[in-house]
């Protein structure tokens, strides 16, 4: 008689277990990031990427229920992006997906109607799966000449517009002409600039969480 109350104790405790966890899951949401090296904290340490300090950030207002992944590379393009966001959406059923690329399609010289096309692909498999894209715009130095570097800060605005999507404009705002927040190389913010990645970030951000 002991032995059957024990195993009936056991049972209700794993069903109880099982359901707590199904509702924690159910309550979950899941924030996706797909860039570069300037959210894959290339040259910063991790605990002070502007991606670390986000998900602080959820976890300290309120927002815990949101679960950031970071499958930022560095060195990805546009192409790479739309290749391995299919995979990466059946993968982590997000909610909101911010993308966070074309800087190194533009660096390379890439033509701005493929950097274009790829970033439309990506917006819209991201809508195909009933999530939010958020994107975020980026800028090139003006040596690549004026009207290569208008082009290619046109593409951002012209997307979000097209697709209706959030956008944040520039990421790099108040970053890349201030004294100590890039690194050596002139293309990376340093750790110093990470704080300001995320508050360029927050305010396009915040009312997709909502």
Do not use: C
């Given at each position: 008689?002991?032995?059957?109350?024990?195993?009936?104790?056991?049972?209700?405790?794993?069903?109880?277990?099982w359901?707590?966890?199904?509702?924690?899951?159910?309550?979950?949401?899941?924030?996706?990031i797909v860039?570069d090296?300037?959210?894959?904290?290339?040259?910063?340490?991790s605990?002070?990427a502007?991606?670390q300090?986000l998900?602080?950030?959820?976890?300290?207002?309120?927002?815990s229920?949101?679960?950031?992944?970071?499958?930022?590379?560095?060195?990805?393009?546009?192409?790479?992006?739309?290749?391995?966001?299919?995979?990466?959406?059946a993968d982590?059923?997000?909610?909101?997906?911010?993308?966070?690329?074309?800087?190194?399609?533009?660096?390379?010289?890439?033509?701005?109607?493929v950097?274009?096309?790829?970033?439309?692909?990506?917006?819209?498999q991201?809508?195909d799966?009933?999530?939010r894209?958020?994107l975020?715009?980026?800028?090139?130095?003006?040596?690549?000449?004026?009207?290569y570097?208008?082009?290619?800060?046109d593409i951002?605005?012209?997307?979000?517009?097209r697709?209706?999507t959030?956008l944040v404009?520039?990421?790099?705002q108040?970053?890349?002409?201030?004294?100590?927040?890039?690194?050596?190389d002139?293309?990376?913010?340093?750790?110093?600039?990470?704080?300001?990645?995320?508050?360029?970030?927050?305010p396009?951000?915040?009312?997709?969480?909502?």
């Open positions: 008689m002991h032995t059957a109350r024990l195993w009936v104790r056991s049972i209700l405790f794993i069903a109880l277990t359901l707590m966890a199904s509702v924690a899951l159910a309550n979950q949401n899941t924030l996706l860039g090296s300037l959210s894959a904290a290339y040259g910063v340490p605990d002070r502007w991606v300090l998900q602080e950030r959820l976890n300290n207002n309120g927002l229920q949101w679960n950031v992944v970071n499958a930022s590379i560095s060195g990805e393009t546009t192409d790479g992006g739309a290749r391995r966001l299919p995979g990466l959406l982590n059923s997000p909610d909101v997906v911010v993308i966070e690329l074309g800087g190194n399609d533009g660096l390379r010289g890439f033509p701005p109607n950097i274009e096309s790829n970033l439309a692909q990506m917006i819209t991201v809508q799966a009933g999530a894209a958020i975020v715009g980026m800028q090139i130095p003006p040596n690549y000449g004026q009207r570097t208008q082009m290619f800060a951002f605005p012209k997307l979000s517009d697709y209706n959030a404009p520039f990421f790099l108040g970053v890349y002409d201030q004294e100590g927040m890039m690194q050596d002139g293309i990376h913010p340093s750790a110093e600039a990470q704080p300001k990645l995320l508050e360029n970030v927050w396009v951000l915040k009312p997709a969480l909502n």
